[in-house]
């Protein structure tokens, strides 16, 4: 069965930062893309970051400011964000989303859609 489990996120104070995992398993992970999304209170799921199999080609949400940073590690199969300059807007679930098997170069999706398999979501808190 896939899963995939995020940790690391928790309450931090504007300004700091925090690095977020996602480890997974039951998938081969190289054959998927992998991105980060998150939901705060009443909004929509929106798109944070997306990786590429390999890690070479990554996408941002352009509000994001250069701020954010994801990154995988393959032979543990497991994606992370790094998180900087933290202000209180960016207070949400986060969650870990798989869309694969990826056999051939495509773009990486920004959609919920596109995305098979979904993480539990770890809870990022910003306070002033």
């Known amino acids: 069965q896939v899963q995939l489990v995020e940790s690391g996120g928790g309450l931090v104070q504007a300004g700091g930062s925090l690095r977020l995992s996602c480890a997974s398993s039951g998938l081969t992970f190289t054959n998927y893309h992998m991105a980060w999304f998150r939901q705060a209170p009443g909004k929509e799921r929106e798109f944070v970051a997306g990786i590429g199999r390999i890690g070479v080609n990554t996408r941002y949400d352009d509000l994001l400011k250069g701020r954010f940073t994801i990154s995988r590690h393959n032979p543990r199969n497991t994606v992370y964000l790094q998180m900087n300059t933290l202000n209180p807007e960016d207070t949400a679930v986060y969650f870990c989303?798989?869309?694969?098997?990826?056999?051939?170069?495509?773009?990486?999706?920004?959609?919920?859609?596109?995305?098979?398999?979904w993480g539990q979501g770890t809870q990022v808190t910003v306070s002033a």
């Open positions: 989303a798989a869309d694969g098997p990826v056999y051939m170069f495509r773009d990486i999706s920004t959609g919920v859609r596109e995305y098979d398999y």
